[in-house]
């Protein structure tokens, strides 16, 4: 999108994988400037903020269960300072901190909003809630806004949501419990407006605010709308939780003290138990936030663009 306005964008990236090369690929065949590298590398870090106006800090350790703490702490707390700190030399005039709906923690039936506190329960959150805490202490040397996202899919996502379509598309995944929990999800070029609108407004410095999208949906629902956009009939299986998080548990134990990402983990099965709605009035009114793709529609795209690039089963 940015490119597309006529902006000039350079983005800083790791390249770990296949995903992360096609990234890289398709980001350099856009015309973007791509600087390889960790935002743990302050010499890496200031090529990447050198002339830049604003910096959009999504980076973050988040699925690496095979990692100890300190991976999480050095990437999502010490990163975060080395950007910041890169920023204010290099003159950014603002910094867009992406924090998480991880920082509340396990959920709640009650609606969430900027006010409500944190209570993470994994080091994921804990790291986030502490990023922000940090990027809060910058705001008299720089100006800093805070994007709490929720669970975000669409187009380009190469992880949890691409094996979930894969999974329905081969009618081999099931709901894990009774499937009425909450989500709140938003659609890719949502998100990236949302963080736009951040940048533009003379509001939001020193400001947080929670961005997803409007419809709540349970996870049956979720299921029933990708088995729609895919043409397959919707999964009727249902199957207890506890077992399953009692195997997440125990790849947990096995895996990480030898650094394998574990094939099951806890966090992996939040998207089958935790309820997340979320109060959005604040980006609305301040930043005049809008989402615009339903979960029908944005599931259809989704399933479009994997389909084209390949990456759905056969």
Request: glycine letters at 8%.
């Amino acid at each position: 999108m940015c490119r597309e306005s006529g902006e000039q964008v350079r983005a800083l990236a790791l390249v770990n994988n296949e995903p992360e090369r096609d990234n890289h690929d398709a980001l350099k065949n856009a015309g973007v400037d791509v600087i390889v590298g960790s935002i743990t590398d302050r010499a890496i870090v200031d090529k990447a903020v050198e002339g830049i106006d604003i910096v959009y800090h999504l980076a973050a350790a988040q699925h690496e269960a095979e990692m100890p703490d300190k991976h999480f702490r050095d990437v999502n707390v010490e990163g975060t300072r080395t950007l910041l700190d890169a920023s204010i030399d290099a003159g950014v005039k603002r910094f867009i901190h992406g924090s998480s709906i991880g920082v509340y923690g396990m959920g709640t039936d009650k609606e969430i909003d900027e006010e409500t506190p944190s209570s993470p329960g994994n080091i994921y959150g804990v790291t986030k809630s502490e990023g922000e805490d940090l990027a809060k202490s910058y705001c008299d040397r720089l100006p800093v806004v805070i994007i709490r996202i929720s669970e975000t899919y669409g187009p380009g996502d190469r992880r949890r949501l691409l094996k979930l379509f894969n999974g329905i598309a081969k009618g081999v995944l099931f709901v894990i419990g009774p499937g009425e929990n909450i989500h709140q999800m938003i659609y890719v070029d949502d998100l990236v407006e949302g963080l736009r609108l951040s940048a533009d407004s003379d509001k939001a410095p020193g400001e947080v605010f929670v961005i997803s999208g409007d419809e709540k949906l349970t996870t049956n629902r979720i299921f029933a709308e990708i088995a729609k956009a895919l043409n397959v009939p919707p999964s009727r299986r249902r199957v207890p939780l506890w077992p399953f998080e009692a195997a997440a548990i125990v790849c947990e134990t096995i895996c990480r003290p030898i650094k394998i990402q574990p094939p099951l983990h806890r966090r992996r099965m939040d998207f089958f138990k935790k309820s997340f709605s979320y109060n959005t009035d604040k980006a609305k009114n301040v930043l005049g936030f809008e989402p615009k793709v339903d979960f029908a529609e944005g599931a259809r795209l989704t399933a479009n663009w994997y389909r084209e690039n390949g990456f759905l089963a056969k």
